[in-house]
């Protein structure tokens, strides 16, 4: 039988760990909806922030029809990258109604106003719901006028009513119920993850490249070099990581960038002290020695026979880090700090709802805290899963 090496050994310790598999797969979900992102949302606009002023604050599951009135301004057509990553700009203003029929060239709507208002009734040319443009001209851009038989007029006027009934009369199911802008909170909800999702990345590969590479070089060179940086390191651990944030934030200002830096600079202190420590345990042993004596210079030293050696401790502290990003992430949107509206995220969605906890609409701020608690739980896992199947003591007895 093959002897198995020590990455397939952990592998298999891994997957034995149901509730730690559970908890990949749960982040493997909502990577796959961060990346395709806009294709996989009710509301494709970007930042899924289409308005409907009139549906402020419904339900979840509730349900209107809408009137699609083509929008007279020219909206291009992005392409398909474009779109997944950016969204697609709306053709249509959308208009709640509760009945409608149609006069002529005009179809006649209840315009929907609130629960406890009566429905506002207008009336909109045919031609311009469907083209945007003045009822000057008719399908085929031939001139209205009365040398055209009545016959015929009815025939357009038909022509018309038919498409802005199967293409411009549309039902929307709002699946988690709109905010206090009237947008859609479930596309506002998975948009969100696109934003946890990279703050925890970008944040905790700044913090690898920044704690591994002053804690491997404290670590090894001792002396006045490690006194130093872990004076440095010491001063920075002193602070609470949220306080931390804040202030390099303020330093760098308000915007998606400048989180990820600064939740990253925030999280290497951990990460370094964490490398420090492992490779001065290392440094003195057998094999470290024998590479030294073969004139292997230090750098090759650290980086080849040194951290390969460490990886798992290394990989279990960026799964815990990659929580606590999500989690700082979420803190600073709340108070104004982190992605600026309209941009989705779940703690500024908690902001804008916050004091509807009181009130019959308490699930506007659950829902997203409900996601938080879920991905940072998940990411949690992961961790307990990787700190057992990287024990080596713990494999041997069971494989």
Known sequence: MAQLTPSKQTWIAFKRNKIAMGGLAFIATTLLIAILGYLVL??????????????????????FTMLRIRKSEQVDTVGFFSRMFFGQSSFYREIPITGYYFKQDSIHVNEYIGD?????????????????????????????????????????????????????????TFWL???????????????????????????????????????????????????ALSWVMNILWSLPALLLVIAISFALGKGLWQIFIAVGLSMWVEVARLVRGQVMSLKQVEYIEAARALGFNNARIISKH?????????????????????????GLSFLGFGAQ?????????????YGYIVMDSAYLAIIPGIAIMLLVYAFNLVTVGLRDAFDIKSQSTRI
């Not at 509206?341 to 709802?353: A, L, Q, V």
């Open 306 to 330: 040194i951290l390969p050696n460490i990886t798992g401790p290394i990989l279990v502290l960026a799964s815990s880090n990659f929580a606590s990003a999500i989690l700082l992430e979420a």
């Open 116 to 172: 406890e208002d009566k429905p506002d009734k207008k009336a909109y040319n045919i031609f311009e719901v469907v083209n945007g443009i003045k009822p000057r001209y008719h399908y085929g851009m031939v001139l209205l006028n009365p040398a055209i038989s009545s016959k015929k007029t009815a025939e357009i006027y038909q022509h018309f009513a038919d498409k802005i009934k199967s293409e411009q009369l549309i039902t929307k």
């Open 177 to 227: 119920g709109t905010d206090i802008y009237g947008r859609d909170m479930l596309s506002r909800l998975l948009l969100g993850t696109r934003i946890s999702l990279a703050v925890g990345l970008m944040s905790v590969i700044i913090s690898m490249l920044l704690g591994v590479t002053i804690g491997a070089i404290a670590g090894y060179f001792g002396g006045w070099i490690d006194a």
């Open 341 to 353: 509206p309209p941009m989705p995220t779940w703690g500024g969605m908690i902001k804008e709802h």
């Open 42 to 63: 009710p509301d494709q606009t970007p930042h899924a922030n289409n308005m409907t002023i009139q549906l402020s604050i419904k339900k979840p599951g509730a349900r």
